[in-house]
């Protein structure tokens, strides 16, 4: 009983079964291979000792014709006739003269034709159940050609039972060699393989369910091959998961601790940044310059709580400064820049003043497009000299923290609210835009010089241009085009241009078309850079005008 639950079992195994079937149709394969060329030899050899038997009956019967004398045509046809009782396998014959002619035939006809023969060898027609042989006059005794057919149905019952007896005996083979494996498998492979997964499972739901290592049966077996590495491996493996979970279990209490402190860094620097950004924002105009005849709008989104983005209106000298800028890098750095770049054009743009006569300083320091275009020539200089903040701010920054890499787009003009004339430098910030009262843009002002603290000694270049009544100012920053939407789609600045196209009744008017269109881009797609937008327009009636920043 205990050996045939155990053939059961093996029986029940998947793998036993794998292997033995594989093994078995292995083997029935091979041998088919090698049975199709022993079926060929084997038929080969049955023909041949048919015409060897034959062979014999004719030149028996050739030797006798001969002894008794000269014979006629049809003698000799007559006596060829004899064969069939000679040799019962023999059906019938054909003979033919040298010269290709019949002289006669008896019985069944051949149909192997007569050809001319090169050599002494000769020729054979095989079907499946007739064989037709061929004894030239060069191989007989005498100058006849003779054809004669054979019945092979021995041939084919030979061949079948010779089939059999190969099948058979490579059934008992395979068969042999299955079982044998198949016994051998049980001890050498499928035992241990059990025992292992049953030790996995162990393992698992000791490791699940975090109890005392349990006592695994697979332990005790010692073998030197492939499945004893693996068993070796699952120990290994197990004593290193063991070892893991206590480091672990030891590091998650270590990191509950730091995970305390941590939370309670986080909400001071929550804190800290929070008072960051109000200090940021006290750096930004809570309200915008007023001037009679003109609007100032302003929008800002920081992509974090602190920002690098800033824009700025002051008075000088009874014209009013404008900034527009983009800090490298976001968050706290930027922040830091923010403020430095900030004070510093405010700091150098009011008491700065270039020595020389008037005359030679304007004629040194022409605008790139040639030549001053504004009237009088104390506000040209006011403007010139205003503007070297921008050269000195840059040769400090890059002097003293080039190490760190910070450097800002920026946009600085000089606006003369008397006449609308704008004198201005670009250092690499986007190009703004002056825009026609009844929509379209008029003017883009690009770019005169390079981001302001790269390099010291940088050339920055300046320019001059008009704004008329009605006409708009717009600067922005690179976070507006580049704005996100959830599918990861840019604004762009083909979409921003669209929005500029239209009338635009007030500075206030235009703000709102682009940050709602903006807004309704972004949804709740997180950005990753700040959005500001600076708006300027000039009046076509002249009245006093306030307009607080809108942050």
């Known amino acids: 009983m205990t050996f045939i639950k155990r053939i059961i079992a093996r029986s029940q195994s998947p793998l036993s079964r794998q292997i033995v079937f594989w093994l078995f149709v292995s083997i029935f394969f091979i041998e088919a291979i090698l049975l199709i060329p022993s079926v060929k030899r084997r038929e080969q050899e049955l023909l041949g000792q048919i015409q060897e038997v034959s062979s014999g009956k004719v030149f028996w019967l050739i030797t006798d014709i001969i002894n008794e004398g ?47 023969q090169k050599n002494n060898k000769s020729k054979t027609f095989y079907n499946g159940t007739r064989y037709d042989v061929v004894w030239s006059a060069k191989k007989l005794p005498v100058n006849y050609t003779l054809i004669l057919r054979h019945d092979t149905e021995g041939v084919r019952v030979e061949l079948y039972y010779f089939i059999l007896r190969i099948i058979g005996l490579v059934f008992i083979i395979a068969a042999f060699t299955t079982v044998t494996l198949w016994i051998a498998l049980e001890p050498i492979v499928i ?11 162990k393992a698992g ?8 290592t349990p006592q695994f049966n697979s332990a005790t077996i010692k073998r030197q091959d492939e499945l004893g590495d693996v068993i070796s491996a699952f120990k290994k493996m197990y004593g290193q998961i063991t070892s893991a979970i206590s480091k672990r279990k030891q590091a998650e209490a270590a990191l509950q601790v730091s995970l305390n402190e941590v939370e309670a860094y986080s909400q001071a620097l929550n804190h ?17 310059v007023q001037k009679n ?23 000088i000298n009874n014209h009013v400064g404008l900034v527009i800028a983009d800090v490298c890098d976001k968050g706290v750095g930027a922040a830091l820049f923010m403020a430095l770049f900030r004070s510093m054009l405010r700091v150098f743009s009011t008491p700065t003043q270039l020595r020389g006569q008037s005359s030679a300083i304007l004629q040194a320091n022409q605008p790139i497009d040639g030549g001053w275009i504004g009237d009088n020539m104390s506000t040209n200089l006011v403007h010139l000299n205003a503007l070297q903040a921008v050269s000195l701010t840059n040769d400090y920054v890059a002097e003293n923290h080039s190490e760190l890499g910070m450097f800002a787009t920026l946009f600085f003009g000089i606006l003369d609210p008397e006449n609308g004339l ?25 770019v005169t010089g390079p981001a302001v603290g790269m390099l010291p000694g940088s050339n920055f270049k300046i320019s001059q241009t008009y704004l008329q009544p009605g006409e708009l ?18 604004f762009s600045t083909e979409r921003l241009k669209t929005l500029l196209q239209p009338p635009v009744s007030s500075a206030n008017n235009l703000l709102e078309r682009i940050t709602i269109d903006v807004l309704a881009h ?30």
């Open 70 to 116: 000269r014979a006629t045509n049809q003698e000799f046809v007559a006596r060829f006739q004899e064969l069939q009782k000679l040799n019962p396998d023999i059906l019938g014959g054909a003979i033919y003269t040298v010269d290709g002619q019949l002289m006669g035939s008896f019985g069944e006809s051949p149909q192997l034709p007569l050809t001319q």
């Open 191 to 201: 035992f241990p393989i059990l025992q292992l997964r049953n030790d996995l499972i």
């Open 205 to 212: 739901e000791a490791i699940s369910q975090d109890q005392e």
């Open 272 to 288: 800290e940044l929070e008072t960051g950004w109000e200090i940021q924002k006290n750096f930004l105009p809570t309200q915008l």
């Open 293 to 315: 005849g003109w609007e100032f709008a302003s929008f800002f989104q920081p992509a974090r709580q602190v920002s690098g983005d800033f824009y700025d209106t002051f008075e």
């Open 422 to 446: 704008l004198t201005y430098i670009n250092g690499g910030h986007e190009p703004l835009y002056i825009i026609h009262a009844n929509g379209g843009i008029k003017q883009q002002l690009k």
């Open 473 to 490: 100012l717009f600067g922005y920053t690179d976070g507006i085009t580049e704005a996100r939407a959830t599918d990861g789609e840019f």
């Open 522 to 551: 972004t949804k709740e797609a997180e950005q990753f850079d700040d959005m500001t937008m600076l708006i300027v327009q000039r009046l076509n009636n002249l009245f006093f005008n306030v307009v607080p920043a809108d942050n």
